[in-house]
């Protein structure tokens, strides 16, 4: 197997349109299980695995194969994750981490919530976990010394613990925030704003596109080597999936007829309860006037380099789960409880539904269940139909208490009530605008007008501030709007938008001070008048080639200590009437502008840059120019949740590290995972991912897609195996003689 490695390396350096076909045998054991099976996988010019089989389990068998092959470590290391054993390898810094995961249990909620798998997807899962260990086997040299046991419960945890990390477990703690009440130290460490997540997620109803087909848009916003995505083609009996794995998970997908996008925002699935307890015995409390001992787990951290350490969690049994611990002051207990906290494996389930989905009406069955994580959801069909649903299991609670902050817990009174049903949920079927947009913006701001009212809702589902929209959400609310005939081309060029939209306000701002108040630039030097002049014929595109954009984006940088002056407060949102424009609120446009001239001198040793000089995208040694850049206020908490002078993002939604020595910033978040579906016959998909297919240095697609987001381009998908022809850079033919496990 080194050997064919080696060549295949070489061939592809010296060919590398070359078709390679390698056939391949042996023998493996499933739980379970037996018979003989043959896969195909196709890599296709981007590496991208192509998975052809009879059945559907042997084609989860090349997935965890295809996957190891790529993402090894990544598999392997998540199970380190979710079983809370990272300071094994990697010391104290990450001891906070595990303390997390095992205080929210995933992994003892990944082995009970295997039973919850339908048997098909069982058995998909198994397979899956026997191609990994397959690849292991033919590749003893790729696996680490410490590689975890690989498990289908493990595996089912991971996709718990990787969504439950980015909602319940850090917004559940916030409602416990209090100034007398000093959250445990490990939560207060991971905890975020509320709305630092990013996605875009759109859908065009066919009377809006030229094909008449539907056109849907699926781009999350991330980290830009998050490993929740693994991009795949599934051909095998019934299920055709072409889209992003997180694992044997095909989350973020599409299938021949219908395409979902997921974004952030939620309703309201948790809740904080404080407990009066025990003064003499921490661990008991009345409830209900019975007293009521908690469970006590005990577990026990090998660290790295240090002393093992233990620790003993807490839970009370409120709503009917597992609520652990996570505050206490005084005789007095915090806890929060979550309404998935047991529900592990019905996420497995409706998205494996989902891509078995012959319409949006299907999924829509699909996600009645209540498995899916809090979300926006936004589908698509080749019938036409389009479809937006808030997801996530909610509580039905009793009024008469404040559910954004801790409630008493030692009584029934507060208790929840049920759960809403899908029907009583946020949704919107085929809107007479004949377009959908959620890109993280509040459920009433979804179209130009004639949206959905928040008063119509229960607050817990709605679970937002009314009119709140992000830039995103209003430049697609812009373009979608005034689609008609809209391309392939005009939906690429709406999902690499570099559009930064709060420019026209800024130099309105300016050009009616500097008309209005003569004398603020008067007295300033040529050079600042001639860079003001500049910025005054931005065109507000962020773009890569743009020196402007540079400037502007140092300008704005240079002005956002004004808006946390208390002078200046009334200014901290948009629209700015021309009263509001006084003289020395021009003033300091007029000295950020100096400001800003002199920092890019300061940087760049005067040399004229154009934004992507600067930008980068690329991993590795390798980088690219890119634009799309966000503009953010460290010290202004949730400014990009909103229109705000002070932050916003593009389409593209990227976020860079600091300036380096060199003079660049390299980009670490924005689009990562993005899927462009046309429901035409046949159909049309694209996909960009960022930086590339594999993780391996050493391969060609390591950073290879990097260039692509340079250029603002897709590469298709080759959705049919038609379309796939001409495009294969390799072949490998599985040949599986499998054995039942004993």
Same mark, same amino acid.
């Given at each position: 197997?080194?050997?064919?490695d080696?060549?295949?390396?070489?061939?592809?350096?010296v060919?590398p349109?070359?078709?390679?076909?390698?056939?391949?045998s042996?023998?493996?054991?499933?739980?379970?299980i037996?018979?003989?099976?043959?896969?195909?996988?196709?890599?296709?010019?981007? @590496?991208?695995p192509?998975?052809?089989?009879?059945?559907?389990?042997?084609?989860?068998?090349?997935?965890?194969?295809?996957?190891?092959?790529?993402?090894?470590?990544?598999?392997?290391g998540?199970?380190?994750?979710?079983?809370?054993?990272?300071?094994?390898?990697?010391?104290? *810094?990450?001891l906070a981490s595990?303390?997390?995961?095992r205080?929210w249990?995933?992994?003892?909620e990944?082995?009970?919530?295997?039973?919850?798998?339908k !048997?098909?997807?069982?058995?998909n899962?198994?397979?899956f976990v *026997?191609?990994?260990k397959?690849?292991?086997?033919?590749?003893?040299?790729?696996?680490p010394a410490w590689a975890p046991?690989?498990?289908?419960?493990s595996?089912?945890?991971?996709?718990?613990?990787?969504?439950?990390?980015?909602?319940a477990?850090v917004?559940?703690?916030?409602e416990?925030?209090? !100034?007398k009440?000093?959250?445990?130290?490990?939560?207060r460490?991971?905890n975020?704003?509320?709305?630092t997540? *990013?996605?875009?997620?759109w859908?065009?109803?066919p009377?809006r596109?030229?094909t008449?087909?539907?056109l849907?848009l699926a781009?999350?916003h991330?980290g830009?080597?998050?490993p *929740?995505?693994?991009?795949?083609?599934?051909?095998a009996g019934?299920?055709?999936?072409s889209?992003?794995?997180? @694992? !044997?998970?095909?989350?973020?997908?599409?299938?021949r007829h219908?395409?979902w996008?997921?974004?952030?925002?939620n =309703?309201?699935?948790?809740?904080?309860?404080s407990?009066?307890v025990?003064?003499?015995d921490?661990?008991?409390y009345?409830y209900d006037?019975k007293?009521?001992?908690m469970?006590?787990v005990?577990?026990?951290?090998?660290?790295r380099?240090?002393e093992?350490?233990k620790?003993?969690?807490?839970y009370?049994?409120?709503n009917?789960?597992?609520?652990?611990?996570?505050?206490?002051?005084?005789?007095?207990?915090?806890?929060? %409880?979550? %309404?998935?906290?047991h529900?592990?494996?019905?996420?497995?389930?409706?998205?494996?539904?989902?891509?078995h989905?012959?319409s949006?009406?299907e999924?829509?069955t699909?996600?009645?269940?209540?498995?899916m994580?809090?979300?926006?959801i936004?589908?698509g069909?080749?019938?036409?139909?389009?479809?937006y649903?808030?997801a996530g299991?909610t509580?039905i609670?009793? %009024?008469g208490?404040?559910?954004?902050r801790?409630?008493?817990g030692?009584h029934?009174?507060?208790?929840w009530?049920?759960?809403?049903?899908l029907?009583d949920?946020?949704?919107i079927?085929?809107p007479?605008q004949?377009?959908?947009q959620?890109n993280n913006?509040? =459920?009433?701001v979804?179209?130009e007008?004639?949206?959905?009212?928040?008063?119509s809702y229960?607050k817990?589902?709605y679970?937002?501030?009314?009119?709140?929209?992000?830039?995103?959400?209003?430049?697609?609310i812009?373009?979608l709007s005034?689609?008609?005939?809209?391309?392939l081309?005009?939906?690429?060029?709406?999902?690499f938008?570099e559009?930064?939209?709060?420019?026209?306000?800024w130099?309105?701002?300016?050009?009616?001070?500097?008309?209005?108040y003569p004398?603020?630039?008067s007295?300033?030097s040529?050079?600042?008048?001639n860079?003001?002049?500049?910025l005054?014929?931005?065109d507000g595109?962020?773009?890569a080639?743009s020196?402007?954009a540079?400037?502007?984006?140092?300008?704005?940088?240079?002005?956002q200590?004004?808006?946390?002056?208390?002078?200046?407060?009334?200014?901290?949102?948009f629209?700015?009437?021309e009263a509001?424009?006084?003289?020395?609120?021009?003033a300091?446009?007029?000295?950020?502008?100096?400001?800003a001239?002199n920092?890019i001198?300061r940087?760049?040793?005067?040399?004229e840059?154009n934004?992507?000089?600067?930008?980068?995208?690329g991993r590795?040694?390798?980088?690219?120019?890119?634009?799309?850049?966000?503009?953010?206020a460290?010290?202004?908490?949730n400014?990009?949740?909103?229109?705000? =002078?002070?932050c916003?993002?593009?389409?593209?939604?990227?976020?860079s590290?600091?300036?380096n020595?060199? @003079?660049?910033r390299?980009?670490?978040r924005?689009s990562?995972?993005?899927?462009l579906?046309?429901f035409?016959d046949?159909i049309?998909?694209?996909?960009l991912h960022?930086?590339?297919?594999s993780d391996?240095?050493d391969?060609l697609?390591?950073g290879d897609q990097?260039?692509?987001?340079?250029?603002?381009?897709f590469?298709?998908?080759?959705f049919?195996?038609d379309?796939l022809e001409?495009?294969?850079e390799?072949?490998l033919v599985?040949?599986?003689?499998?054995?039942?496990?004993?």
């Amino acid at each position: 197997m080194k050997v064919r490695d080696l060549l295949t390396k070489l061939l592809l350096i010296v060919l590398p349109s070359a078709f390679l076909t390698a056939c391949t045998s042996n023998a493996v054991n499933v739980p379970g299980i037996s018979g003989a099976a043959q896969l195909t996988i196709y890599r296709d010019d981007w @590496g991208v695995p192509h998975i052809y089989a009879d059945q559907e389990a042997y084609g989860y068998f090349g997935l965890g194969y295809a996957q190891a092959e790529d993402q090894l470590i990544n598999l392997l290391g998540g199970v380190y994750w979710v079983e809370g054993r990272q300071a094994e390898l990697e010391g104290q *810094a990450l001891l906070a981490s595990d303390i997390e995961q095992r205080r929210w249990r995933h992994a003892v909620e990944g082995r009970t919530g295997v039973q919850k798998l339908k !048997p098909e997807l069982l058995k998909n899962y198994q397979h899956f976990v *026997a191609g990994v260990k397959w690849y292991m086997d033919a590749h003893p040299e790729k696996v680490p010394a410490w590689a975890p046991k690989l498990s289908v419960e493990s595996l089912v945890a991971v996709n718990r613990g990787i969504l439950w990390s980015a909602y319940a477990s850090v917004l559940g703690p916030a409602e416990c925030a209090d !100034p007398k009440v000093e959250l445990i130290s490990s939560i207060r460490s991971t905890n975020r704003e509320k709305f630092t997540g *990013a996605s875009n997620g759109w859908v065009l109803g066919p009377v809006r596109t030229a094909t008449g087909a539907t056109l849907l848009l699926a781009d999350p916003h991330t980290g830009l080597q998050n490993p *929740a995505y693994y991009e795949y083609h599934l051909d095998a009996g019934d299920l055709k999936s072409s889209g992003f794995a997180l @694992g !044997p998970m095909l989350w973020q997908a599409h299938n021949r007829h219908v395409s979902w996008a997921m974004t952030t925002g939620n =309703p309201d699935m948790w809740d904080c309860y404080s407990v009066d307890v025990d003064p003499n015995d921490p661990n008991r409390y009345l409830y209900d006037g019975k007293w009521q001992r908690m469970l006590e787990v005990e577990e026990v951290f090998n660290v790295r380099g240090a002393e093992a350490e233990k620790r003993v969690f807490q839970y009370t049994m409120h709503n009917g789960v597992l609520s652990p611990v996570v505050a206490r002051s005084g005789d007095k207990a915090y806890v929060v %409880s979550v %309404s998935q906290m047991h529900d592990t494996g019905l996420l497995d389930n409706e998205i494996h539904a989902m891509n078995h989905a012959g319409s949006v009406h299907e999924l829509r069955t699909a996600l009645s269940t209540l498995g899916m994580f809090p979300q926006n959801i936004i589908a698509g069909d080749d019938s036409g139909n389009i479809y937006y649903l808030r997801a996530g299991k909610t509580p039905i609670r009793p %009024s008469g208490y404040n559910w954004k902050r801790a409630v008493p817990g030692n009584h029934s009174t507060t208790a929840w009530r049920g759960y809403y049903a899908l029907e009583d949920m946020i949704e919107i079927m085929n809107p007479q605008q004949n377009y959908l947009q959620n890109n993280n913006v509040a =459920p009433d701001v979804m179209f130009e007008s004639d949206n959905v009212r928040a008063s119509s809702y229960a607050k817990e589902l709605y679970n937002d501030q009314p009119g709140r929209i992000t830039t995103r959400g209003l430049r697609s609310i812009e373009v979608l709007s005034q689609a008609t005939q809209f391309t392939l081309e005009d939906s690429m060029q709406h999902a690499f938008d570099e559009k930064w939209i709060t420019v026209d306000y800024w130099l309105q701002a300016l050009r009616y001070g500097v008309r209005t108040y003569p004398g603020v630039l008067s007295d300033k030097s040529v050079g600042v008048q001639n860079f003001i002049e500049e910025l005054l014929g931005f065109d507000g595109y962020a773009r890569a080639e743009s020196s402007t954009a540079l400037k502007f984006y140092y300008w704005r940088e240079a002005l956002q200590p004004l808006f946390l002056e208390q002078r200046f407060e009334h200014l901290s949102l948009f629209p700015w009437p021309e009263a509001q424009l006084t003289a020395p609120f021009v003033a300091e446009l007029i000295l950020g502008a100096e400001r800003a001239m002199n920092n890019i001198s300061r940087d760049f040793s005067g040399s004229e840059k154009n934004l992507g000089d600067v930008f980068r995208i690329g991993r590795g040694s390798d980088s690219w120019p890119v634009g799309g850049e966000s503009i953010t206020a460290e010290e202004v908490p949730n400014c990009l949740a909103a229109l705000s =002078p002070l932050c916003e993002r593009t389409m593209r939604a990227y976020a860079s590290t600091p300036l380096n020595e060199t @003079g660049q910033r390299r980009a670490i978040r924005g689009s990562q995972a993005m899927r462009l579906v046309l429901f035409t016959d046949p159909i049309q998909s694209f996909s960009l991912h960022a930086h590339g297919q594999s993780d391996n240095p050493d391969s060609l697609h390591y950073g290879d897609q990097s260039r692509l987001a340079s250029e603002r381009r897709f590469k298709p998908t080759y959705f049919d195996r038609d379309a796939l022809e001409g495009h294969i850079e390799s072949t490998l033919v599985i040949n599986i003689d499998i054995h039942t496990a004993q």
